[in-house]
């Protein structure tokens, strides 16, 4: 039954995700990687059906666009988590995806290659070269997905909320080509159970074994712990935590606020009091969305006006 499911799930990308298009995020040779055979795999897990994707290789973009009559013209790249191990495309990707669509936001999921030093020259720098490389994709499709350029925003889950707050405070530190110098930095950040510090005494460890290695340099722990990195020209944030996440310490979404706030960067936080670590849109304990809230920030900012 899992396997029927598995095939109706990917084999009918329209009716069941309402994707318009899945696209390669590099249109020909991917950077930083190694020649290898393509040895993805897709499935759904048997305890809670949801779609996992491991082994990636070859990044894509899995475009869904709100229709003509919702659309205001702003844009999310969506990060799911997996611990840098795999890409969990469905609670936290496709699902997400589909309620910005509603909201009149277009929403890009980013499959983004999984860190291996077989398959990269660099593993560490991989996600984020996909990630800045989404952030181009989108701006420079703008027109074409009547999007508007200024109102490009990222959000990232778990591990995917590293990658989404790495993107949102390295982008002028370019990992790829960008000849026409298309502008890197997201106009907003939405942050859901984020690993955000490599640090000891707070990391998600099979995060940053993942990403950097189990023996990693003092200089990588630093430039990797994004409480950091955060400077004025950081791109206002929500974040959204547990309290009892006992997998990806509360502590990492606030110290990132913490920092936020100390150079005067918007910010808005919201912790469950109970719900733990992955629960996607939808915390059980709890009759608050956080969905709900994040689209009430952003009209408040303005980012769901209509162009």
Same mark, same amino acid.
């Given at each position: 039954?899992?396997?029927?499911?598995?095939?109706?799930?990917?084999?009918?990308?329209?009716?069941?995700?309402?994707?318009?298009?899945?696209?390669?995020?590099?249109?020909?040779?991917?950077?930083?990687?190694?020649?290898?055979?393509?040895?993805?795999?897709?499935?759904?897990?048997?305890?809670?059906?949801?779609?996992?994707?491991?082994? @990636?290789?070859?990044?894509?973009?899995?475009?869904?666009?709100?229709?003509?009559?919702?659309?205001?013209?702003?844009?999310?790249?969506?990060?799911?988590?997996?611990?840098?191990?795999?890409?969990?495309?469905?609670?936290?990707?496709?699902?997400?995806?589909?309620?910005?669509?509603?909201?009149?936001?277009?929403?890009?999921?980013?499959?983004?290659?999984?860190?291996?030093?077989?398959?990269?020259?660099?593993?560490?720098?991989?996600?984020?070269?996909?990630?800045?490389?989404?952030?181009?994709?989108?701006?420079?499709?703008?027109?074409?997905?009547?999007?508007?350029?200024?109102?490009?925003?990222?959000?990232?889950?778990?591990?995917?909320?590293?990658?989404?707050?790495?993107?949102?405070?390295?982008?002028?530190?370019?990992?790829?080509?960008?000849?026409?110098?298309?502008?890197?930095?997201?106009?907003?950040?939405?942050? @859901?159970?984020? @690993?955000?510090?490599?640090?000891?005494?707070?990391?998600?460890?099979?995060?940053?074994?993942?990403?950097?290695?189990?023996?990693?340099?003092?200089?990588?722990?630093?430039?990797?712990?994004?409480?950091?990195?955060?400077?004025?020209?950081?791109?206002?944030?929500?974040?959204?935590?547990?309290?009892?996440?006992?997998?990806?310490?509360?502590?990492?979404?606030?110290?990132?606020?913490?920092?936020?706030?100390?150079?005067?960067?918007?910010?808005?936080?919201?912790?469950?009091?109970?719900?733990?670590?992955?629960?996607?849109?939808?915390?059980?304990?709890?009759?608050?969305?956080?969905?709900?809230?994040?689209?009430?920030?952003?009209?408040?900012?303005?980012?769901?006006?209509?162009?």
């Amino acid at each position: 039954m899992r396997n029927i499911l598995l095939q109706l799930f990917l084999s009918c990308p329209v009716i069941l995700l309402h994707a318009q298009d899945s696209i390669p995020l590099y249109p020909g040779h991917i950077p930083n990687s190694r020649p290898v055979k393509n040895n993805e795999v897709s499935e759904i897990t048997a305890d809670d059906h949801i779609l996992i994707i491991s082994k @990636v290789t070859r990044p894509t973009l899995t475009i869904f666009l709100p229709s003509k009559q919702k659309a205001n013209g702003s844009a999310v790249v969506i990060c799911p988590g997996g611990g840098y191990t795999i890409v969990a495309a469905g609670h936290e990707g496709y699902d997400v995806a589909r309620r910005f669509n509603e909201a009149g936001v277009a929403a890009i999921v980013l499959k983004y290659r999984i860190p291996d030093d077989s398959t990269m020259v660099n593993r560490e720098i991989g996600p984020l070269q996909d990630a800045q490389r989404a952030i181009l994709v989108v701006r420079d499709r703008a027109k074409e997905w009547n999007l508007d350029p200024d109102r490009v925003g990222i959000l990232g889950f778990s591990a995917g909320g590293h990658l989404a707050s790495t993107e949102g405070t390295h982008f002028e530190k370019p990992l790829i080509s960008n000849p026409a110098g298309v502008n890197l930095r997201p106009d907003f950040m939405i942050l @859901v159970y984020p @690993v955000i510090s490599f640090e000891d005494s707070i990391t998600h460890l099979g995060s940053r074994d993942q990403l950097i290695g189990k023996d990693p340099s003092a200089e990588s722990i630093w430039e990797y712990s994004n409480e950091h990195q955060v400077t004025a020209r950081t791109a206002p944030t929500f974040l959204v935590h547990a309290k009892d996440d006992d997998v990806v310490s509360m502590q990492n979404s606030l110290v990132f606020y913490q920092a936020l706030q100390k150079n005067g960067v918007p910010a808005e936080i919201y912790l469950y009091e109970k719900g733990g670590h992955g629960f996607g849109m939808n915390n059980p304990t709890s009759n608050i969305k956080w969905m709900d809230l994040v689209l009430e920030w952003m009209s408040r900012n303005g980012w769901l006006n209509r162009r």
